[in-house]
Structures are given as structure tokens and as C-alpha cells.
């Protein structure tokens, strides 16, 4: 990477003011899955270790720039303080006088935590005197919120002008792993595009088809496929609009030489509920009345095989509706190809599929799972991140 890191500036006894995303999801106050805290722990026990005043802010939900209650950080606050063993302080506000009257009375590897930086409407509006009060609290600023690169915002993009900026560790690894596999990767390389609309999938497999070997297509949005090849689909889901560009990356693989693989079987149903009647069909024998809900065992077997001679694997999306467990197998038979896979690096986009991975209680067999789905989405698009682009050059 490019971009100075933590390890390239000294901290010690410094003001740190570290953007995490700990936008997790939560049920009545509750976090159901601490992953994207745990993930940001090397940073922050860093930044302890080596003295440093430990500024934590994130943004949580999408509170529109008012405070929402229930979009306080205050529980992540005691888990992390939980986690990290040592009691975290959780201011109310994320800048101005009170905030700086904390501040000034912490001790070299103490930690406190914002409120929620979206709270402000500035934040999202990337507001350069938001971005200028968020600057005023710190003497040097650490991104670590990959989940959050794809945003210029006043805490993601904007502050990194006012101070020196860095990426933290978290950030460092997803680039890392991330631009090696779209720079440099092992081969054979696949990526498997799965989730529910051809229309959020675009920039993705045009910028993977200059990339891959093979190009696993499942989900929603493999019906729009089937239909472009001239089969019938039912109530599948069809983006009647996107048939001809589908008809353009399967010409396009062909061209590149890149291997084309689409569901040849599917599991359909005559309702989008668990309590439907469900069945396996041919791909091309998709009842007029019933809609496919996930791919079939033949599509399964043939994908696990690809994975299984793939050296590295990029996933994103479901195969299938995986929330509803009739439907989650194909999701499931990905998931476990990947973990049995041997000598088969496998990267999870974030997003959907990571969830999915969880489900099945396979996360610790996977070699990355992304904590950004926007993010590493756009980042598979070949976007730059404002977030990352920002950061001071090497
Ligand atoms: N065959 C199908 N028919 C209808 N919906 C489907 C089908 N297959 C998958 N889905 C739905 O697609 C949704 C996921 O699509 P989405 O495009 O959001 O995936 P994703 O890219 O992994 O998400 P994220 O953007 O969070 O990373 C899931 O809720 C799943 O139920
Ligand atoms: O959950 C995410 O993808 C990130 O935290 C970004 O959240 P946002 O989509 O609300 O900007």
C-alpha cells in the first residue's frame, strides 16, 4: 500500500483521533455480532500499547444527522471496554468544549469513545468545520474504518486534511488482501457473484471479467442470466432491462476466455415463504407459476468443484435466499467448498455473504472476511476509496 500506516508515525503520548466503523448490528440494545469491535482491537490496543491518547469515533445507523436515542454508542462502549479489559470512557457529544475538557484530563493509553458522528449533520455533508472541530480534538488522525472508506465524510475524508493521516492496522489488512487479490492474484482465481439485483452487480463483474478465470454467477440475480439465454423463469427475479447487458458479459467472457458458469439447476417455489411447496428443477424447466429460490445439488457440485481447484476465490453475495433455511443450501454448499477447499485462499466481500458465513458457524475456516460490504464492493469495482485516498502518501 501506498499510504503511510500507524507503524510510520510516533504516537507516544499523542492525542489520537482513530475512526472506527463500529456500525454493528444490534436488536433492542443489544450487539448481535461484535465482529466489526473485534476487528478493530489490534488498532486500538496499539495505539494503548504505545502510549497514545485513544480517540475513538464511528458513526452507527443512519440517525440523519439529529441524535436518535437509540443510536447512542454507549453499549458499544462497554463491550469494547469488555473486550479490551480496561474501562473506556464514552463521551456524549463527538467534539466541542466538553469533549476537549475530557480529553485534556486523559492519561497516555487511556481510551475514550465518541458519540455517534453522525449525529451532525456536517458529518455526511463532509462539513469542512465539522471536519476542522474533529481535528481540533487530536494531534494525529487514524483511519481504520475500512467499512466506512467509501465515504467522504467529515470523519472518514475531510479531518484527514487538518492532521497527519494514517490507516490503521484493520485498514492496512483489508487493502492489502484486497489489492493483491485484483493486482496480483494466484490462479486459478474465481469470483462468485451471487445476492438479489444484476443492477448492484454491475461495476463489479465488469471490472472482474479483466480478471478472472472463472466467473460463478448464483442468487437473484443468476435469473436474469438464464432468461438472456432464452429460458423460461417463472416468477424468478428479472431485471427485464438488464438482459441485454447480462447477454454482454457472457460474450465478453467468452472473449476474454474467462469461464462462464451460471446455475444449470435451481430449487423453485410456489411462494417467497418458508411454508411454500418447494422442488429441484432443470434450469430450463422453471414452472410459469413458481419462482427459484436458490441454486440446485447439480449447480452446487459444479461450483464446489471450480472452488476446489481455485487457488484464490472472491465471494460476494448468496446463492439463495440463506434467511430462510429451505432455501439456504446452495449459500451453505459455497460456504462449506470454501472451507474444505486446501491451498484455496478465499476472500468474503463483506455484506450478506459474510453474515451467510457466520450462519453456518464457518468464519473461522475462511482466509479473509471483509468487514466492509459497500466498501469492498466498490473497492472489487475498481473505485478509489475516498477514505483511503485522503491518507498521506508514503
Ligand atoms: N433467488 C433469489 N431470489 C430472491 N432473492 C434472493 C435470491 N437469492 C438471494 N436473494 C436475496 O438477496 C439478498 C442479498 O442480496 P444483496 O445484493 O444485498 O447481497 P450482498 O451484495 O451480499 O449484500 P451487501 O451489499 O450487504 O454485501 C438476500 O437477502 C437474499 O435473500
Ligand atoms: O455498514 C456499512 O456498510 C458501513 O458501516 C457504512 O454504513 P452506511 O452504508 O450507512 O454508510
Not at 475514550?112 to 456536517?122: I, K, M, S
Not at 479531518?159 to 492496512?172: D, Q, R, T
Not at 423453485?268 to 422442488?279: L, Q, T
Request: a negative charge; aromatic letters at 6%; glycine letters at 10%.
Amino acid at each position: 500500500m501506498n499510504k503511510k500506516t500507524l507503524k510510520d508515525v510516533d504516537v507516544k503520548g499523542k492525542r489520537v483521533f482513530c475512526r472506527v466503523d463500529f456500525n454493528v448490528p444490534m436488536q433492542d440494545g443489544k450487539i448481535t455480532d461484535e465482529t466489526r469491535i473485534r476487528a478493530a482491537l489490534p488498532t486500538i490496543q496499539y495505539l494503548i500499547d504505545q502510549g497514545a491518547k485513544v480517540i475513538l469515533a464511528s458513526h452507527f445507523g443512519r440517525p440523519k444527522g439529529k441524535v436518535v436515542e437509540e443510536m447512542r454508542l454507549t453499549p458499544v462502549g462497554v463491550r469494547l471496554s469488555e473486550l479490551l479489559g480496561k474501562n473506556v470512557q464514552k463521551a456524549d457529544e463527538a467534539y466541542g468544549d466538553s469533549v476537549k475538557s475530557i480529553i485534556e484530563s486523559m492519561n497516555e493509553g487511556d481510551v475514550l469513545l465518541l458519540e455517534n458522528v453522525r449525529f451532525y449533520p456536517g458529518e455526511e455533508k463532509n462539513d469542512p468545520e465539522l471536519a476542522k472541530s474533529f481535528a481540533e480534538l487530536a494531534d494525529v488522525y487514524v483511519n481504520d474504518a475500512f467499512g466506512a472508506a467509501h465515504r467522504a465524510h467529515a470523519s472518514t475524508e475531510g479531518i484527514a486534511h487538518h492532521l497527519p493521516a494514517v490507516s490503521g492496522l484493520l485498514m492496512e489488512k483489508e487493502l492489502d488482501v484486497l489489492g493483491k487479490a485484483l493486482s496480483n492474484p494466484e490462479r486459478p482465481f474465481t469470483a462468485i457473484i451471487g445476492g438479489a439485483k444484476v443492477k448492484d452487480k454491475i461495476g463489479v463483474i465488469e471490472n472482474l471479467l479483466e480478471k478472472v478465470d472463472n466467473l460463478i454467477i448464483g442468487g437473484g440475480l443468476a435469473y436474469t442470466f438464464i432468461k438472456a439465454q432464452g429460458h423460461e423463469i417463472g416468477k424468478s427475479l428479472l431485471e427485464a432491462d438488464k438482459i441485454d447487458l447480462a447477454n454482454s458479459f457472457i460474450e465478453k467472457a467468452k472473449e476474454k476466455g474467462v469461464n462462464f458458469y451460471m446455475p444449470v439447476d435451481a430449487i423453485v417455489a410456489d411462494d417467497f415463504s418458508a411454508d411454500a411447496n418447494s422442488k429441484e428443477v432443470a434450469i430450463e424447466e422453471i414452472p410459469a407459476d413458481w419462482e427459484a429460490l436458490d441454486i440446485g445439488p447439480k449447480t452446487r457440485e459444479i461450483y464446489r468443484e471450480v472452488i476446489q481447484k481455485s487457488k484464490l476465490v472472491i465471494w460476494n453475495g448468496p446463492m439463495g435466499v440463506f434467511e430462510i433455511d429451505k432455501f439456504a443450501g446452495g449459500t451453505k454448499a459455497v460456504a462449506e467448498a470454501l472451507a474444505e477447499a486446501e491451498g484455496t485462499y478465499s476472500v468474503i466481500g463483506g455484506g450478506d455473504s459474510a453474515a451467510a458465513v457466520e450462519k453456518f458457524n464457518l468464519a473461522e475456516k475462511m482466509s479473509h472476511i471483509s468487514t466492509g460490504g459497500g466498501a469492498s464492493l466498490e473497492f472489487m469495482e475498481g473505485k478509489e476509496l475516498p477514505g483511503v485516498v485522503a491518507l498521506n502518501d508514503k
